[in-house]
Structures are given as structure tokens and as C-alpha cells.
């Protein structure tokens, strides 16, 4: 084990609280957990039932990183989980759910939301963002982005630097990046127009709101 702690365990009223670190890798704090559970806080963890609620800071993760959190927590019988939460400012856009979060997300990870995502941040080349909604990275896109997971075509996908390496709207792909990359690839945003996609400047995007062409009540 490291002398840095990525995860802190606190006793509190409704039962205990798991403080995760919001920095370290998402590998560095499943072994963690498992150490801590298997070993230095065994004791601490056996007998009668204990309500647990799991605090994971800026961290964003997708449902099926917090499952693997819940299982590692599980294998401990007298745990309950009742909550894994990130610190997230929810705003809402048009009565839509916006979430915004502040990191960089590396390669190999993928995160998944169900509404509007305010990215603060990169996305990395092998980094991906799944979203239903519409995705905003305020930082450079070099991974992958999915906005409208659920079918929807009314969304953009927008980068203060756009240079993915695969875009998606709905179940339409983009073209060979190369084809449509400009030379000033800043402030520029995909949408979906006539069962294509398409790139323009964020400037484009008011008119483009205001012709109905892109998604309503923003």
C-alpha cells in the first residue's frame, strides 16, 4: 500500500461514510477498497448491518464502474449500500437535466450520463462520453463522443477544440474525420441535419436554434 489514502472510512450517524479519492486511477481505488476491506478495517466491518453511503468527490463514473464498487462493498455481508454520489452541479436546460462536472477523462474510460453533460475538461484519445442528451466539452475532444444514446437527433455535440476520433448522433456516425476537419477546429459543434451529421461554428448555433433545425427550448 501507498502512504497516500485514496479512500477514508468515517463513522457517522446513518451508519459509514466512504470518502473515495477524485484524482488517483479508477485501478488504484478498487485495490484500495478491497485492501481496506479485507484487511486493515475487517473488524471494523463485521457484525450487525450497516448502512453505507459512498462519496466519490469529481469523480464521474458509469453505472457499470459503480457496480463494481457495489460488488467489492457487498462481498462484506453486513454492508448496505444506500447511496454512490458524485459532487455534481445539476442545472437544467429547457427543463432538461444538465450535469457539469470538472476532469479529464483518460483513456480506457468511459462515462455515461442520462440528461445534458457540461464536460469542464479533455477527453482523451481512447477517452469516450455517452450521453442522452447534448454533450459539451469546455476543453479539447480528442476521444469519442455519443450524444442521443437513446435516439435522439434533437442534440449537438460541442468541444472548445474539436479533434475527435469518432463522433456519434443517435445511430449516425460522422464522416471520416478528415473530411469535414478544419484547419481552426475551435468552438465547433456536430449536429444532426436530414439523417447526417454536420460541423459548424458555435457562432452558427443561435440561427441554427432559431430555425428549428437544432433541438427546441434551449
Request: charged residues 25%; negative net charge.
Amino acid at each position: 500500500m501507498t502512504e497516500k489514502q485514496y479512500i477514508v472510512i468515517k463513522g457517522v450517524k446513518e451508519g459509514l461514510l466512504f470518502l473515495l479519492d477524485d484524482e488517483c486511477s479508477y485501478s488504484e481505488l478498487l485495490h484500495e477498497l478491497e485492501y481496506k476491506l479485507q484487511k486493515t478495517h475487517s473488524q471494523l466491518l463485521s457484525g450487525p448491518l450497516i448502512h453505507v453511503n459512498v462519496k466519490l468527490g469529481k469523480r464521474l463514473l458509469s453505472e457499470q464502474e459503480k457496480e463494481h464498487i457495489r460488488a467489492i462493498i457487498r462481498k462484506q455481508g453486513n454492508l448496505i449500500i444506500q447511496s454512490i454520489d458524485s459532487d455534481l452541479d445539476e442545472m437544467t436546460t429547457g427543463g432538461r437535466k444538465l450535469q457539469v462536472v470538472s476532469m479529464i477523462v483518460r483513456s480506457g474510460q468511459t462515462i455515461d450520463f442520462d440528461g445534458d453533460l457540461m464536460l469542464l475538461g479533455d477527453v482523451n484519445p481512447g477517452g469516450s462520453i455517452i450521453c442522452t442528451g447534448n454533450i459539451y466539452v469546455m476543453g479539447a475532444l480528442r476521444g469519442a463522443a455519443h450524444a442521443g444514446s437513446n435516439g435522439r437527433t434533437d442534440v449537438i455535440i460541442a468541444a472548445s477544440l474539436m479533434r475527435p476520433t469518432q463522433l456519434k448522433i443517435a445511430d449516425v456516425f460522422s464522416k471520416r474525420l478528415d473530411e469535414w476537419a478544419t484547419a481552426d477546429a475551435a468552438m465547433e459543434f456536430a449536429y444532426w441535419s436530414d439523417g447526417e451529421m454536420k460541423i459548424d461554428k458555435m457562432t452558427q448555433l443561435f440561427r441554427m436554434q432559431q430555425q428549428s433545425i437544432l433541438f427546441r427550448g434551449v
